[in-house]
């Protein structure tokens, strides 16, 4: 079964700082994509960055960044310079054919509060 | 703004009733996604159409029903709700479907509230 497992419920970061959230992955394939999304309070998702499993290269997206570790089966985000207005919660998600075709399958996701 | 639209953006109807969630995708976009997301069972994928079939069915129950229409908009359908519906549906569009790749994008929601 496909799994995203994101142990962090929730993450406190001052502002103009570096976070990085985590995220793990479980399939047996090796064709897969993995997103990012961000979800603050008025409830939209907002799609924030991709990487794919044969990309060689960590996505960059602006203040994004991924730090893919493909051995290990992890892609956490990078959040440079926070700031105030991303607090908000942030789901990973993995894209890959199965039962669900191509459907996204979420985290738990990750709540991230940034102070002044 | 993604490009996604759904209406309406709130629902509030009452047990045993049948609302209907619309959205039209992005523009380019063959793929529609529907998800519900809800406090105890997080985001899940409820059922994908592509260019107007059918292409995957998720933890859709069978009072909950879907199609898309020749101008790629789409309806999904909650007959005999109970308390348990209420939610944040989700719709998402990406312009193919069928690859692992393609990157899909979310409407606003639809809050939908049974009482």
Same mark, same amino acid.
């Given at each position: ?62 203040? !994004?960044? &991924? @730090? /893919?570790? $493909? ?30 075709? !191509?459907? &996204? @399958? /979420?985290? $738990? ?8 | ?115």
């Amino acid at each position: 079964a496909q799994k995203i497992t994101q142990t962090q419920p929730g993450m406190f970061v001052q502002e103009k700082e570096a976070v990085t959230l985590d995220c793990t992955y479980d399939t047996s394939d090796q064709s897969y994509g993995l997103f990012w999304y961000k979800q603050p309070s008025s409830g939209e998702m907002i799609f924030l960055i991709y990487q794919g499993s044969y990309d060689e290269q960590n996505a960059t997206e602006g203040r !994004y960044s &991924l @730090n /893919f570790q $493909k051995a290990r089966k992890s892609t956490n985000l990078v959040i440079s310079a926070s700031q105030l207005g991303d607090s908000a919660m942030y789901f990973c998600a993995m894209r890959v054919f199965s039962n669900s075709g !191509y459907a &996204l @399958n /979420f985290g $738990k996701g990750t709540s991230l509060l940034v102070t002044p | 703004d993604s490009g996604v639209t759904q209406t309406p953006k709130h629902l509030i109807t009452a047990t045993g009733q049948r609302v209907t969630l619309r959205c039209s995708p992005r523009s380019g976009d063959l793929s529609v996604y529907w998800y519900q997301q809800s406090l105890d069972q997080g985001l899940q994928f409820l059922i994908h159409y592509y260019n107007g079939e059918e292409r995957a069915k998720g933890n859709i129950l069978e009072r909950f029903s879907a199609q898309q229409f020749p101008d790629l908009h789409s309806e999904l359908n909650l007959s005999s709700l109970e308390l348990g519906d209420s939610a944040l549906y989700f719709c998402a569009s990406s312009e193919l479907g069928s690859m692992s790749t393609d990157t899909q994008y979310f409407g606003p929601g639809t809050r939908l509230t049974v009482l």
